[in-house]
């Protein structure tokens, strides 16, 4: 059975903490930064913005829902979201709370993106959450979430977050919060997605692993009776441009090597999106074919010159695909 998707291709942009001049040069955020980025996708006509979570990582990492709110004081037209929020490493009474409250914020411009992370095992050590409960933990807290923002008094009896009954106001702008989109590539992940969330995002799969992992969550939303609903479809898509893909292969492997503490050349051949215009445009629409919908641009470059990647993006890429548009 089909999901019911998105009909048009949109554009996001992913932030993170990009280095000022080299690679391995470690940079402190700033706010006029920040706000020319923001305004910067605004006049391109980016659709949205995202913002990654870790609480420990190799590279410098802000917390995303502050980044966000940061955010949504400068674009009163973007959509904001998470790519994605860790939510097993927190209370979701209190993640409740902030992402009801972000949803006010951007007028009901919000989708929360949850994953159980668990490739730096240090986080789960550092929160004292045991990684072997992190999927039990998202898919209860994800319960828990859409009964706070319901809008009225209520209890829960769960595993791990029993509470008796409360009444958090004021409720999130739309009815029931904002949507929930799950990542995760595995199995257990793709059956949560298609059981209980209202879209899904990845990331590192080819879009013939994309197809094939939309197929599996289709199948367990109709076992849920519930694949006639609207479902979100993202990626989460590492771009890098330049003269060729060799050039790009090259940048690209060493800041995602630095990124992540790791040799990360191998998966940026597999799994990044690299090389000219054409090039980029051309494997996008590949990601679109597999049912890719919002497709979030991780571009790789430097502080200085991450403002250029942007501006080349929208002017030499996004033409080639305004027909998904």
């Excluded at 930064?33 to 923001?38: D, M, S």
């Excluded at 004081?73 to 490493?89: D, E, I, K, N």
């Excluded at 849920?224 to 479902?231: G, I, L, M, N, T």
């Excluded at 597999?270 to 679109?288: D, F, K, M, P, S």
Aim: hydrophobic share 45%.
């Amino acid at each position: 059975m089909n999901l019911v998707l998105e009909t048009t291709l949109k554009l996001g942009f992913q932030s993170v903490h990009p280095p000022a001049k080299a690679p391995h040069e470690v940079h402190t955020p700033d706010l006029a930064t920040a706000r020319r980025l923001v305004e910067t996708l605004d006049r391109l006509g980016f659709d949205s913005f995202w913002a990654g979570d870790h609480v420990v990582f190799p590279m410098p990492i802000m917390d995303p829902l502050v980044q966000l709110a940061q955010a949504a004081a400068f674009s009163a037209r973007l959509t904001f979201g998470t790519c994605v929020y860790l939510l097993p490493l927190r209370h979701p009474f209190g993640v409740a709370k902030q992402v009801g409250t972000l949803d006010l914020m951007t007028g009901g411009r919000l989708i929360f993106g949850v994953g159980v992370g668990g490739e730096f095992p240090i986080e789960y050590a550092a929160c004292g959450v045991p990684m072997a409960e992190r999927g039990a933990r998202l898919t209860e807290s994800i319960a828990v979430l859409r009964k706070l923002w319901s809008g009225g008094p209520v209890a829960h009896d769960g595993r791990f977050f029993p509470f008796a009954e409360n009444h958090m106001r004021p409720p999130p702008a739309r009815p029931g919060g904002p949507p929930i989109w799950c990542g995760g590539r595995s199995d257990a992940a793709l059956r949560r997605a298609g059981r209980i969330a209202d879209g899904w995002m990845s990331y590192v799969v080819t879009p013939e692993m994309y197809e094939t992992a939309l197929a599996k969550i289709a199948r367990s939303a109709a076992e849920a009776k519930r694949a006639d609903s609207p479902f979100g479809t993202g990626h989460l898509l590492y771009v890098r441009l330049d003269k060729d893909r060799a050039l790009a292969l090259a940048y690209a492997a060493e800041m995602l090597s630095t990124r992540y503490g790791m040799d990360f050349r191998k998966p940026a051949e597999r799994y990044c999106v690299l090389g000219t215009a054409e090039q980029v445009a051309e494997r996008i629409r590949a990601y679109h074919a597999a049912g890719v919908r919002h497709v979030v641009l991780d571009l790789l470059a430097t502080e200085d010159a991450l403002l250029d990647q942007t501006e080349r993006f929208a002017a030499d890429v996004r033409p080639l695909l305004a027909d998904l548009m």
